[in-house]
């Protein structure tokens, strides 16, 4: 959802501690702003997914139709190829959700061969009418791990594999937007855990529903950290406006919580590699420039949300990374505890944006 959930936010405005390694609270100090960014492509690709095995990159891109369509490419963006399966419709979305850590295999968002409504709900980060599906690297072989309920009240969005691969979690819509209610402006969602079993055919077990506070909210899953157990995530649970959503992380076996952010509104938040800090977009600090909306730039924290720190200065007036309108950061990849690939939004409804290789210094 943070791709259309941060285009909502661009639209209206435009607790016990989980357990962390004692380590981990010195943050990730390397990385400190103002980051170096650099366009990955300019012909569309949105939705980064690094596969740290292969070192290649996965990426979804509009067709002339309107869909979307997953790619897989180098680092560089060179030897590009479609993601592709017999089974699945041309005339329908596919975009990478999450690789599992071994390298072989792509969970991805698939929509529906047949479905009531248009295309239109199934767009991703939208994610009506679609499926998980788990493809080999080489689109060899495809199966479907998840089959969403029927109706428009049901969606699913972001994905991630914990680092050891034995647990994948995401993002479950079970009530449709509500727009006159900020709390669900794009929705209730509750979170899926459930256990990754990869033999003797890719399956989900023991499938589990996490529903923040245990009220009705909207928000979404991004990543798990290094100990395979500890989530982060946004949320409206507590500020039941999806313009003032927070960040949170939480102990999946204990549902130990801890709130991470109160400013601006914040999405995305992503486990550096080493465990130590928290990369995430957050409109605070970030300029409206006139006649557009409120733009969101990348902050890094350390994971008991200490020391925030600004990476990249798109929404600053006059900046020399800012163009003087609208820039939405949104969800990001890893490529190592400095270096990431992110997308960044450029017009404020729909998934319409870049993506940028971010680099700190």
């Not at 997308?343 to 870049?354: A, F, I, N, P």
Request: hydrophobic share 40%; with cysteine; proline share 4%.
């Amino acid at each position: 959802m943070a791709r259309a959930v941060a285009a909502a936010i661009a639209l209206g405005l435009s607790l016990a501690a989980a357990t962390v390694d004692a380590a981990a609270t010195t943050g990730t100090e390397s990385c400190r702003g103002p980051a170096a960014i650099v366009d990955f492509g300019s012909d569309g690709r949105i939705g980064a997914k690094w596969n740290a095995a292969t070192r290649t990159i996965a990426f979804g891109r509009p067709q002339k139709d309107g869909h979307y369509h997953a790619f897989i490419a180098d680092a560089d963006g060179a030897n590009e190829r479609r993601v592709a399966f017999v089974a699945w419709r041309d005339d329908r979305h596919q975009f990478p959700a999450a690789w599992h850590p071994a390298g072989e295999l792509l969970a991805m968002l698939v929509e529906q061969n047949e479905h009531e409504r248009s295309s239109v709900e199934a767009i991703p980060g939208y994610g009506a009418y679609t499926d998980y599906w788990i493809v080999s690297r080489d689109g060899s072989r495809a199966w479907k791990i998840y089959a969403l309920p029927d109706g428009y009240d049901h969606a699913i969005t972001h994905a991630a594999f914990s680092p050891d691969g034995s647990k994948f979690v995401w993002t479950e819509r079970v009530k449709a937007p509500r727009f006159w209610d900020l709390n669900l402006f794009a929705g209730g969602y509750v979170f899926k855990v459930a256990d990754f079993v990869p033999r003797p055919e890719p399956h989900l077990e023991n499938v589990r529903s996490i529903q923040p506070g245990n009220v009705d909210q909207g928000g979404e899953i991004e990543s798990i950290a290094a100990d395979n157990k500890t989530i982060a995530f946004y949320s409206t649970f507590v500020s039941k406006s999806l313009f003032a959503s927070r960040i949170y992380t939480m102990d999946i076996e204990s549902g130990a919580t801890r709130e991470l952010t109160t400013e601006s509104f914040a999405q995305a938040p992503t486990f550096t590699p080493d465990g130590r800090s928290i990369v995430y977009m957050t409109g605070a600090g970030a300029d409206i420039f006139a006649f557009q909306l409120q733009g969101a730039d990348w902050w890094i924290m350390n994971v008991d949300g200490s020391d925030k720190r600004r990476l990249t200065f798109m929404n600053v007036r006059g900046h020399a990374q800012s163009v003087n309108r609208f820039r939405l950061a949104g969800s990001l990849s890893f490529v190592s505890d400095t270096a990431f690939f992110g997308d960044v939004m450029t017009q404020s409804l729909g998934l319409v944006g870049k993506i940028v290789r971010v680099d700190c210094r």
